[in-house]
């Protein structure tokens, strides 16, 4: 009787764990953005009718898309981009003109 009642015990809590575990995913998001995804050809048929509706070429659409902009340097941005001797970063300026990318962290 004891053995089997521990067996029973262990196997709800791990279906229990397991529900708990399908519920976080769903909600954080980590399930619906696997199963959201689309694929390749529907991307590129997605990119030929914005950039024919926007009256674009599909590479300016993407490049607008992933934030590679030029703007004039007279435009006010907030950032500039500090080089070190490895490197670089951006920090906060009031009168900087320089982009930052997506993605990239601010000192």
């Given at each position: 009787m004891g053995e089997?009642?521990?067996?029973?015990?262990?196997?709800?809590?791990?279906?229990?764990?397991?529900?708990?575990?399908?519920?976080?995913?769903?909600?954080s998001g980590a399930l619906a953005s696997i199963s959201s995804m689309i694929n390749g050809d529907r991307a590129l048929k997605i990119e030929k009718q914005l950039a024919q509706l926007l009256d674009i070429e599909v590479d300016e659409l993407r490049d607008y898309l992933a934030g590679n902009v030029r703007t004039s340097s007279t435009r006010r941005t907030g950032f500039r981009f500090v080089r070190g001797t490895h490197g670089g970063h951006y920090v906060r300026d009031r009168e900087g003109t320089d982009i930052r990318p997506a993605g990239v962290s601010v000192r």
């Open positions: 089997d009642c521990f067996l029973r015990e262990c196997a709800g809590m791990s279906l229990e764990r397991t529900e708990e575990n399908r519920r976080l995913a769903s909600s």
